[in-house]
């Protein structure tokens, strides 16, 4: 991971004592002379970097930005180069420590906890904390716009800006939020049930379910839900088009009974909305009607053009509309704890008191103070008071305002001088409930995390709430989203693909037979359940590169050529008789994102691994970079990916860079650009073998794993908490968290589990304390 250099790196400085210039002159200086000044010194400076050029000796020891590389590839041993002299243990101990002694000016016993810029809450953030408040399912991905992203992760400080027209969006947002948790008329008391798109079965085959309905195909589906009461029924279809990737003709005609009634047909073809409603009333019996979805397919894709699926989310049955049984909301439920409001205005007025006072607390992340809950009990009064408005309008508008807030929409942290760079302070009870709930939970604290800070009892508990949040159903938003960032699986869907070119297929529906785009779901499960396994039951991280297992469904299994898996759900598959898999560098989802649309890129899977793997990123590219099909057309007809990359470094520009890079990626070549094993390219056996920056040679695929996840394992252990506590944190990894990632680095050797990594940076200084910033 790249480090930053603050401004206030700067004010660091000042003269050297005589202590400390015996100690470079006797202890360091001679280290750099033998293993380093050969290239980088008296002369000679390999790329670009010398290190006697200097004027002034002590603001030489001082420059934090000269001595990071230094550094860094010292503690990676990229440096010096595999066939030069290497430091020995003791030696590189040394040279590591005293840089960050005397020139980071960093104290293992103080670490600086650094700061954080104040953010809002990401799109994600902010679904999920309406949920745990509201109950309602906000679309937040359609609703506003795409949060930037800084290192890699979403959630950074530095990037999460609002703008005048996002503020706007939010104004809006809450008026939807509020409505949908606490409908208005006819609506607000009817009963709702859901019915998941799976539970839609064909009753001649049972495995076709409401999951993939092809255009191709004639098909029923059914199901008979629980009516509980006779009467008229408002019924939504909520579905997708998926399937093709560019626009076709296809159409087909979709019809949706339920009972004896039609509620409604549409003609279907190519849409790419996220969700498509169908919707209409009903008469509904008591019992079990049946629903039916009938799809036929009425014009077929022009040639070259991809087939089309429907695929349904869920039913929404709201009824019956009559009003004569009646049940609140799950939003209503959430606010109104003690029911209806009763009495006169002085009670209702006690009562709305009481609900903001509990949804306030909960939704600001800490107690709020008298005059904020009579402000929004004023509102509540106003609006009550209006011709034609109730009580619950009142409640309706004060949460409303609630949501606009900025101590809703900011994550906001007391610092008691801000602006003073030498102060540090421990995070209140409060502000770390927050940063725990939003680090496992992806949302606001729940009752119990603020009670114990209440009652300042959360630092005693740390271990007991993180296993307790860890058990909890909402941690699986952390798998998601992390995994989806940090291996990138949330990109899988969206990457552009060319199966057809890709597979060497001409027709475009013959390669969605060999291909089928639910296969890219199904790649991104796989490496998020594998995660979640290796998280729960406290495996060895390692095993996230080299482990002999994963998890499959059928179709999955059958495009990785493993037999033995059967139906749509995920089973853990023992790997030994498939050494070329395991681990996520095996997975699909890794070996899409980090291919281009028509082939595999060695350039991108190598940087990948560097940065997310093994945390020594490469420079950036020289500008004017040829492609690499312009490099290699003297090659002449389909040359190998490692001929081809082989006259692409043969400039002096590009060899440094890409001996770091490349070895990794042809070592990944046995891999399509789709993820399929293979064993030769253009008819030509691939050879995947290659040798590390830093020495060690492989063979294949399932050497390269070995040497990552035992040679390199310091570096992947470095990453990984780098990239952990980056998220955790909400800011990138700077020089000055290098005493924090030793420590964790060393709970790693003693205990290298994933939950182990968890309690660390959650005990760790940047977790627990912030200080100023100029």
Sequence with gaps: MRLLITASCLLLIAPLAADDLAEYYEEIKPLLEHYCYGCHAEGSSKGGFSMDEFSDLSTHLNDIKHWMPIWQDVRSQIMPP??????????????????????????????????????????????????????????????????????????????????????????????????????KGKNAQVPVRMIAGQNFRDPGNPRDNGLWLPFRKEVELRTAPEIKWDGKYDVTVEYQIRGAIEATDQEAQLTVTCAKDTLGEETLGWDQREVIELRGVVNLKKGRPLFRVQLKPTKPPTEGQEEQAMTIRRVIIRGPLDGKHKEYSKGHRMIFVEGEPKGDAKQREAYARRIMRSFVSRAFRRPIGPQTVERLVDIVKDIESRPGKNFEDGIREAIATCLCSPRFLFRIEIQPEPDNPGKVVWLDEYALASRLSFFLWGSVPDDELLSLAYNKSLRNNLRAQVNRMLADPRSKRFVENFVGQWLQTRDVTTTPLAPHVILGVDDRRDAAELFDVRLLDDMSKETELFFDHVLRNNRPVEELISARYTFLNERLANFYGISGVEGEKFVPVNLEKHPERGGVLTHGSYLIVSSNPTRTSPVKRGLFVLDNLLGTPAPPPPPNTPQLEEVAKDLGPNPTMRQMMEVHRDSADCRGCHARMDPIGLGLENFDALGRYRTKEHGKTINAAGELLTGETFGDVASLKTILAQSRKEDFYRCLSEKLLTYAIGRGVEYYDATTIDLLMGRLQKNPTLQELIFGIIESAPFQQRRGSR
């Design 82 to 183: 595999s066939d030069e002299d290497q430091l020995m243990d003791e030696e590189k101990r040394k040279l590591l420590s005293w840089i960050q002694r005397k020139v980071f000016k960093l104290d293992p016993r103080y670490p600086d906890p650094g700061r954080v810029t104040i953010r809002r809450l990401n799109r994600t953030e902010y679904r999920n904390a309406v949920y745990d408040l509201l109950g309602v399912e906000f679309n937040t991905t359609e609703f506003f716009p795409p949060d930037d992203t800084g290192y890699g992760f979403d959630n950074i400080g530095d990037v999460l800006s609002i703008s005048p027209l996002l503020m706007e969006k939010y104004v809006a947002a809450a008026e939807e939020v509020v409505l949908e948790a606490l409908p």
